[in-house]
């Protein structure tokens, strides 16, 4: 087989064209070949080694649309021919507490599908049968990229706490929230957009938000104050978080899936009075996933996303790096 893969030799290198060696198809792993895949904000984070865990050479790339090649002798539930994703983790080892009790995306030992393991900026990419999602039917598998990874990270906390009663506000519309306010929007919630820019008020309404705020207003938040009951953070920068969570109704959450950096100051006064909680969680479970790319198709959601050849993707990483993708990239195999 002639395996090739976009590989990143070091920390901010570009990446280059290359053939690899995947050796033997393990046992309970599939075999995708890479249709389309989206380019993620943790692939630049990966390829920066922003977090210093990264694994060099890298092969990145990790919200994949495929066709299934090869199946290992062991692998459940699964056939060559049959139209897949995988995202965020491609494995975990199946027999730990968080494994068995079905919280796989928590497991100790879940594999990174982009460190120590090659992504899907290649030809192929082997993932574990539990961690291959096939595709609804009626999924636009064109787009559906970022489902895998940006989509179940956001419908994640919607699908823990959120009741089509409730009152959700999604803070950040970028990559991650525009996908947010459409699950939620979907889920029958009353939703308010918050963006530091006012220019995406329009834009955030027809993604499906009600209302939208803009986080530099503190009057307009300051009004907002005791009515949320889920608050979905999906950005990366320091924000008034003191006005935010007073904009929590008693009971109401502050769940964060965006990677900031600094600290959040948290008033303990403030969760104590009104037994309101602040938490966070990483992509989703293997079922979560399989739901959300289910309620994905039966309600139409797809991401807006920017389309670049493979071959460009050393093009669409500095196009992400910039903030001006719109709202996420998928490359379109090209080799
Ligand atoms: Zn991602
Ligand atoms: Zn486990």
């Known amino acids: ?19 690899v060696d995947l050796g033997p198809l393990g046992a309970e792993d599939v075999e995708v070949a890479v249709e389309h895949c989206g380019l993620c904000r ?16 890298a092969i990145l790339g990790h919200e994949v649309v495929g066709r299934v090649t090869a199946v290992g002798p062991n692998a459940k539930g699964l056939k060559a021919g049959q139209r897949v994703g995988v995202g965020w983790f491609s494995g975990s080892d199946m ?6 009790s079905g919280h796989h995306n928590l497991c100790p030992n879940a594999q990174p599908t982009i460190v120590g393991h090659r992504g899907g ?39 823990m706490y959120a009741r089509p009663t409730d009152r959700v506000g999604i803070i950040g519309i970028g990559g991650l929230g525009h996908m947010a306010l459409k699950f939620a929007a979907a889920y029958g919630c009353d939703v308010t957009a918050f963006t530091s820019s006012d220019r995406k008020f329009e834009e955030a309404k027809g993604f499906g938000a009600h209302h939208a705020v803009s986080t530099g207003d503190s009057t307009a938040i300051g009004k907002l104050g005791g009515s949320f009951d889920l608050l979905i953070s999906t950005v990366n920068v320091r924000l008034d978080w003191d006005a935010i969570i007073g904009t929590l109704a008693p009971g109401g959450r502050l769940h964060v899936v965006g990677a900031v950096l600094e600290p959040i100051p948290i008033v303990a006064f403030s969760l104590i009075l009104q037994q309101r909680s602040v938490s966070g969680s990483p992509t989703g479970s293997p079922m ?20 670049f050849p493979m071959s460009r993707i050393n093009e669409a990483f500095g196009r992400l790096e910039s903030g001006k993708a719109r709202y996420r990239i998928v490359l379109d195999a090209s080799f």
Not at 42 to 57: E, T
Not at 95 to 100: E, F, K, N, V
Not at 134 to 142: A, G, M, Q, R, Y
Request: include cysteine; hydrophobic fraction near 45%.
């Open 1 to 19: 087989m002639n395996y090739r893969a976009w590989v990143a030799k070091a920390a901010k290198q570009p990446m280059v064209l290359e053939p």
């Open 42 to 57: 943790s692939d630049l984070s990966v390829l920066n080694n922003d977090w210093g865990a990264s694994q060099y050479p």
């Open 288 to 307: 979560t996933i399989a739901t959300m790319l289910d309620f994905a198709s039966r309600h139409n959601i797809a991401p807006q996303n920017e389309h």
């Open 121 to 159: 900026f290649a030809t192929h990419i082997r993932a574990h049968w539990a961690w291959t999602f096939v595709l609804p039917e009626k999924l636009n598998f064109t787009e559906a990229g970022p489902l895998l990874c940006g989509g179940a990270t956001v419908f994640a906390p919607l699908a």
């Open 95 to 100: 027999y730990c507490h968080q494994c068995m």
